[in-house]
């Protein structure tokens, strides 16, 4: 046997024998099949569904590519993006998430596979933990539990696992320094959801005393500014909530009663109607709450999950990268006149981006900056 195989072997018995390129192979295609799995929490985890039964199917006709044709990617490219049986087609974001989860698995390994397997393991589910959560983000303005709190305690599991995550080797100081990278996590956040909402001012509005709040056919009316709905509602949840006092309809009267109101829905007290039906309203409020806050408790929850996985230092590092990028991007935006579109962006994909740059570079540019 080549003398220098055994050698490389003896320092690498990890990899089972088998060349690094291998495994680099084997990661590209296991990435594939979980994207194509995560493909399926992004569609139903928002929903509340299952993400296990039934089985993937065409949501038109319902015909369910056969597990031996199921390959992630090539089936997609093979189909061209069409159902097989109705020729519905099939969201480009299938293709994307499959190709995107095996290159971040591929980056993952080639980035720490050689020195730390189990670490590059680690940060791959942290990789499809963020995949998910950029997604489902992007178009619900939520990340569900099963990633936030899931991802935290996944990530305190995998400390003990993979101790390499947080710099060390001894996996009761891998254990503790997730447990405060959790405390920090949440804190840190936390604290910056509550200042933001003293900053952007956007999530409640106070009113001066005895002042009405008009609903009518084109916006909330204020004593001092007319909002329309259009910069207000993007999502089906986005909810407008305020405490009245005398509201006032078209046809009826409330002396005390909470209204909430989104595009679909208009409730007043234990009242549900229909705001089509129903196009004016007026009450006396202190306060009225709008959506659209630059922050929320999902990413409270999801920094803890960063945190988990990779330490204090790491949700320090991916907040001020993550406020950086974001302000860089509403700059941007407001200098090309599409200020309203910031407003429609979440802030989860920034975290994921933040804590990726973590990953790669911001542990070390932290260490020459903090550890001397
Ligand atoms: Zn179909």
């Known amino acids: 046997m080549n003398p220098r195989f055994v050698e490389w072997w003896l320092e690498h018995p990890s990899l089972l024998g088998m060349p690094f390129h291998f495994w680099t192979g084997v990661l590209a295609i296991l990435g594939a099949f979980v994207g194509s799995f995560l493909n399926v929490c992004i569609h139903r985890m928002p929903l509340g569904e299952s993400v296990v039964s039934p089985p993937s199917h065409c949501p038109r006709c319902g015909y369910r590519i056969p597990f031996s044709l199921n390959i992630p990617v090539v089936t997609w490219l093979w189909l061209r993006g069409r159902c097989r049986s109705c020729r519905e087609p099939i969201p480009a974001r299938y293709l994307v998430v499959e190709a995107l989860t095996s290159g971040a698995f591929v980056l993952a390994w080639l980035g720490f596979g050689h020195d730390d397997p189990a670490m590059a393991l680690a940060l791959c589910a942290l990789f ?9 983000d992007f178009e619900h303005f939520i990340i569900p539990d099963e990633i936030t709190l899931g991802g935290t305690l996944a990530g305190f599991v995998l400390s003990a696992v993979a101790p390499g995550l947080h710099g060390t080797a001894s996996m009761p100081a891998a254990l503790r320094r997730s447990a405060v990278g959790i405390a920090v996590g949440f804190g840190a956040v936390y604290g910056v959801v509550r200042l933001g909402k003293l900053l952007f001012g956007r999530e409640k509005i106070a009113l001066p005393a005895g002042a009405r709040v008009v609903f009518h056919e084109e916006g909330v009316r204020m004593p001092d500014r007319d909002v329309p709905f259009g910069d207000i509602f993007y999502r089906a949840s986005d909810t407008i909530r305020l405490r009245g006092r005398r509201v006032e309809l078209a046809d009826r009267c409330y002396p005390e009663a909470d209204v909430s109101l989104t595009q679909g829905e208009l409730r007043v007290g234990g009242d549900v109607m229909d705001p089509a039906t129903e196009p004016y309203l007026s009450a006396e409020a202190q306060e009225l709450v709008l959506p659209r806050e630059a922050m929320g408790f999902g990413d409270v929850k999801f920094m803890s999950a960063i945190g988990a996985f990779l330490g204090w230092q790491a949700t320090v590092f991916t907040l001020g990268f993550a406020s950086m990028v974001g302000a860089v991007v509403g700059v941007t935006l407001i200098g090309i006149g599409r200020r309203e579109w910031s407003s ?8 994921a981006l933040g804590a990726m740059a973590w990953v790669f570079g911001g542990a070390r540019w932290w260490g020459r900056m903090f550890a001397g």
């Not at 499809?128 to 489902?136: E, H, N, Q, R």
């Not at 429609?344 to 975290?351: C, E, M, Q, V």
């Open 128 to 136: 499809a933990s963020f995949i998910v959560a950029t997604f489902i």
């Open 344 to 351: 429609r962006l979440p802030f989860g994909p920034y975290l």
